[in-house]
């Protein structure tokens, strides 16, 4: 098993370009979840879905869009980059069931807005 | 909302001391789950704790949740250059489901 595989690791971006990062697991995972992580901040969660067709906006979900059209993917877009969405980007998913369990992250998308 | 706070943001030691950092919630939590993120990688799951009071180790990692089940600790015995890394916390979020909400992180430095 991959994981939790993320594209592009890095990348570099214009103030007003839209880009989509790529998030894809192979575990078979109902959940997953976007954070960024910003020196000092720790992990805030941008958008969450509980399965396909299912979406829902966490802590800081501005300028972001998320789809789940399947289990396997969630990819984040950003509509019109701003420098304050410089950041690293994680995706993560975890298995459904009872209670809350651990989180498998990728690893990572590191995002520069200039 | 629910808000997890971890003290000290940062620490230093030298290789052979010990390191504790604190983890403390707004809310009483059903359970609190620990991360480590090495330098330029990503969050790796340590272990759950769910009841009152609990206690596990890993070598030389211990973990203890409170009594009230609102803060947690995490204690390293005899740090190795290894253990260098962000800790990380994380209890469920009020929203539900596997949702959880992170703590603010103790970057530890592990001086040779």
Known sequence: ?114 | GQQVMQIPQYQHVQEGEDFTTYCNSSTTLSNIQWYKQRPGGHPVFLIQLVKSGEVKKQKRLTFQFGEAKKNSSLHITATQTTDVGTYFCAGPDSGGYQKVTFGTGTKLQVIP
Request: with cysteine; net charge neutral; charged share 15%.
């Open chain 1, 1 to 114: 098993n991959a994981g939790v595989t993320q594209t592009p690791k890095f990348q570099v971006l214009k103030t007003g370009q839209s880009m989509t990062l790529q998030c894809a697991q192979d575990m078979n995972h109902e959940y997953m979840s976007w954070y960024r992580q910003d020196p000092g901040m720790g992990l805030r969660l941008i958008h969450y879905s509980v399965g396909a067709g299912i979406t829902d906006q966490g802590e800081v979900p501005n300028g972001y869009n998320v789809s789940r059209s399947t289990t396997e993917d969630f990819p984040l877009r950003l509509l019109s980059a701003a420098p304050s969405q410089t950041s690293v980007y994680f995706c993560a998913s975890s298995p459904a069931g009872q209670g809350v369990h651990e989180q498998y992250f990728g690893p990572g998308t590191r995002l520069t807005v200039t």
